[in-house]
């Protein structure tokens, strides 16, 4: 049996060997393709990029032409190197430079030499092209703006580094790829499919016809193109009012979460980013670390809430049964909530209920309802704890898990925090009180913020937002569909909204009202503290405003962030209510706040603390103009907003 054993197994191995051996070489070609590359040309052709619209159809991003310079370095013979770096405009030494980089990349297979060639240059190089042999033109599709505005929204296009080549096999050395905003957050989408053809060459290197042919060629598909949620007027609009400003303006249409303009300001014009100034524009608007405009406020700055934070304390107070709509506190002009510790307040005083503590914004009143929360279990951390729940559950201290691709989660302190910050000692709701007016350890991002007062507008429930509306031929991730509730009952919405309602008619933005729509808001301002060159700096504060419209049926949901703009009241708040004009009335009526945010500018207000200001031409300060020069800064590191509770802002 041994001596059969041995053998049999032999000849088994040695039959299924032939048969792969003759698999693969007989009927199979896909090896065969492989093995023959040196005798095959690959020749990719690159679709056009989806076309990028708003939410009503409106074309915002097409497509332009574009010519690069292919290299194959082993293929380069008997070349002209003075007559082809005359026609081309560049140095022997870049040439080299480029070649040898090429080199690295592949010596067999294609690199982009140069790229992004006009029309002119394109045609010259063209006309005599056959005098290069192993370079070759390779057209490919940049994007054209349709649009001045919403280069925070859209991204970019750039070439793939390296690494993203090791990482994703489907790109090669000269592909574009989405970078930022919904480039990159629908990059799967947007670039489509390439079309490859294998083209057989003679022993001379030349092509004599397409590999068996055609069968593995495979024609290019045209990638989606996407209605995005953003209302095309509406940012315009929001980026003309804060022109001049530093901030962030986010609308969202409450009753599906979509994204109704997303601003950050400073920004600058997308169609710098194209074309053969792109790495130069783009080095330019990066290393600007103070205006920084390629940050995204909107989704990335994490600002001490202020006094809109008020509506959550509320909530959770009515929630936990801390207050109700009668329960009242004396507030003689701040809040004495421990020896020697006093809030100021700016509110009328006297005995303040619930509908007057909001829509006159007393400190007072939030305060010692955040206390009464805090200490109804008797229990500092397990108060904290529960209150630190509720707040997870309108999307604070997390990602909202919207479909951008950056973000900050802000701060939500829980009982872990305070031990950390208070070890060996004991801490109550009075260490911590400055949470109830969006004064404490609490950051949010104004993404967060806009959420947020989605929810009021909503009475308890969102849906994550999102910026896409349609993407053609595909469906909408599900999430964007899936209902989130909060832990407040509905029940407490109602007093809250009738409250804030009242902030236009009784209270703090009294003068903001729009005639014919019911507005719903909440002032806020947060002091401003930063370290400069080492030293503690008090800066002016920063201006808040969350709004939703109408009060019933709501339409839209808004939050506005003026950095250094004073008050509420005084930038963020007038930006808010024509911002809701705009959108529901589709014209603007407020004229007089109009004028004010469009010519009123903050620049010298962030000039004041820096010293030898330089000038950047590329920042935009009109949507339809040309670009203007704005003053930049040079780097200088800002410590996070420190607050001193002792000293509450006005609201």
């Avoid at 915002?60 to 026609?87: G, R």
């Avoid at 996407?226 to 001049?244: F, H, P, R, T, W």
Wanted: glycine share 8%.
């Amino acid at each position: 049996m041994r001596k059969v054993l041995l053998p049999t197994i032999i000849f088994i191995a040695t039959i299924l060997l032939v048969l792969r051996l003759f698999y693969l070489q007989v009927i199979d070609d896909t090896l065969k393709l492989a093995s023959d590359n040196n005798a095959i040309k690959i020749a990719y052709d690159y679709p056009e990029r989806g076309y990028i619209y708003d939410r009503t159809g409106n074309l915002l991003v097409a497509n332009q032409p574009s010519y690069d310079i292919m290299v194959i370095p082993k293929d380069i013979k008997d070349l002209d190197t003075t007559e082809f770096c005359s026609l081309l405009k560049i140095t022997k030494e870049d040439f080299l430079k480029k070649v040898a980089k090429a080199k690295v990349y592949s010596p067999r297979l294609p690199s982009v030499f140069l790229s992004q060639l006009n029309k002119k240059e394109y045609a010259a190089f063209q006309e005599i092209q056959r005098k290069f042999v192993g370079f070759y033109i390779q057209k490919r599709a940049l994007r054209d703006y349709q649009v001045a505005f919403g280069a925070n929204v859209f991204g970019f296009i750039t070439q793939v580094n390296d690494k993203i080549i090791q990482k994703n096999k489907y790109y090669n050395s000269g592909d574009l790829i989405g970078r930022q905003g919904v480039e990159e957050s629908y990059e799967d989408f947007l670039r489509g499919v390439k079309g490859v053809k294998y083209i057989q060459k003679d022993k001379y290197n030349r092509d004599i016809g397409s590999y068996k042919e055609g069968k593995f060629d495979t024609i290019a598909v045209q990638g989606s193109d996407i209605n995005l949620s953003i209302d095309a007027e509406l940012q315009k609009y929001g980026e003309e009012l804060m022109v001049n400003k530093r901030g962030g303006i986010v609308a969202i249409e409450p009753k599906t979460g979509e994204i109704l303009a997303l601003v950050t300001a400073p920004s600058y014009d997308p169609a710098i980013l194209v074309g053969r100034q792109r790495s130069k524009n783009y080095t330019t608007l990066y290393k600007d670390s103070i205006a920084k405009p390629l940050y995204d406020r909107g989704l990335l700055a994490e600002y001490t809430p202020g006094s809109p934070f008020k509506i959550l304390t509320g909530l959770v107070a009515l929630q936990e049964g801390a207050i109700n709509e009668t329960t009242a506190f004396v507030c003689r002009h701040g809040f004495s909530y421990a020896p020697g510790r006093f809030m100021k307040c700016h509110c009328h005083g006297g005995s303040i209920q619930f509908h007057r503590g909001i829509y006159e914004s007393c400190n007072t009143f939030f305060s010692s309802s955040y206390m009464k929360t805090i200490d109804k279990y008797n229990n500092p951390p397990k108060g904290v704890d529960v209150w630190s729940n509720h707040l997870k559950s309108f999307g604070l201290g997390q990602f909202m898990g919207y479909d951008l691709p950056t973000g900050k989660k802000g701060n939500l302190p829980t009982s872990k925090t305070y031990k950390k910050m208070y070890p060996g000692w004991g801490w109550s709701s009075k260490t911590i009180v400055s949470n109830a007016i969006g004064q404490g350890e609490v950051l949010m991002t104004p993404i967060q913020l806009a959420n947020m007062i989605a929810i009021v507008a909503n009475r308890g429930y969102y849906y994550t937002p999102h910026i896409i509306k349609k993407i053609k031929g595909h469906a909408i991730d599900k999430k964007f569909t899936t209902k989130h509730v909060t832990t407040v009952d509905k029940k407490y919405f109602e007093p809250m909204i009738s409250g804030l309602f009242d902030v236009y008619n009784l209270g703090t933005a009294h003068g903001l009202n729009v005639e014919g729509i019911d507005i719903c808001g909440k002032t806020g301002t947060a002091e401003n503290f930063a370290k400069i060159n080492g030293k503690r700096v008090k800066l002016q504060d920063h201006s808040i405003f969350v709004a939703f419209a109408p009060k019933d049926n709501p339409k839209i949901a808004i939050a506005v962030f003026v950095e250094n703009g004073y008050w509420g009241a005084r930038w963020a708040g007038p930006i808010t209510s024509l911002m809701i004009e705009k959108y529901i009335k589709r014209k603007i009526t407020r004229t007089d706040l109009e004028k004010r945010m469009l010519e009123g500018s903050l620049q010298g207000e962030y000039n004041k603390y820096y010293a030898n200001p330089i000038v950047d031409t590329l920042t935009k300060s009109k949507i339809d103009g040309p670009a203007k020069p704005i003053v930049l800064k040079p780097e200088v590191k800002v410590a996070k907003p420190e607050v001193k509770i002792n000293d509450a802002p006005e609201n």
